[in-house]
């Protein structure tokens, strides 16, 4: 598996590109990278306890959007900024502009 420098979204695309929906003890037993496996727990929706924790990806607009408010209440602002400009499907920085296209 590639490393990807530390892009977890990036790693995530080019190992597991179909993968939505994933348990903690699958990454955790199939040696993924501590930085994928801390994306995931901080950037997908948990849905269950099961397993270390069971994660959805955030795929729908809504999904984007309730997940940001999440961070919005949690996080700091560097942390709210770093959500709102890194494009959710790719890894990669976007603009303001771009991100005001995605999220509103």
Not at 11 to 36: C, E, G, M, Q, R
Not at 43 to 65: Q, R, V
């Amino acid at each position: 598996m590639t490393n990807n420098n530390n892009n977890p979204i990036e790693w995530l695309n080019t190992n597991h590109p179909k993968l939505n929906i994933i348990a903690i003890s699958y990454t955790i037993d199939n040696n993924f990278p501590n930085f994928v496996e801390e994306h995931i727990k901080e950037k997908w929706i948990k849905i269950s306890n099961c397993a270390g924790g069971t994660y959805k990806k955030p795929t729908t607009k809504f999904e984007l959007l309730e997940k940001g408010f999440e961070i919005v209440k949690s996080k700091s602002s560097k942390e709210v900024l770093e959500y709102l400009l890194t494009n959710p499907h790719t890894g990669c920085k976007m603009s303001y502009v771009e991100s005001r296209m995605m999220y509103g």
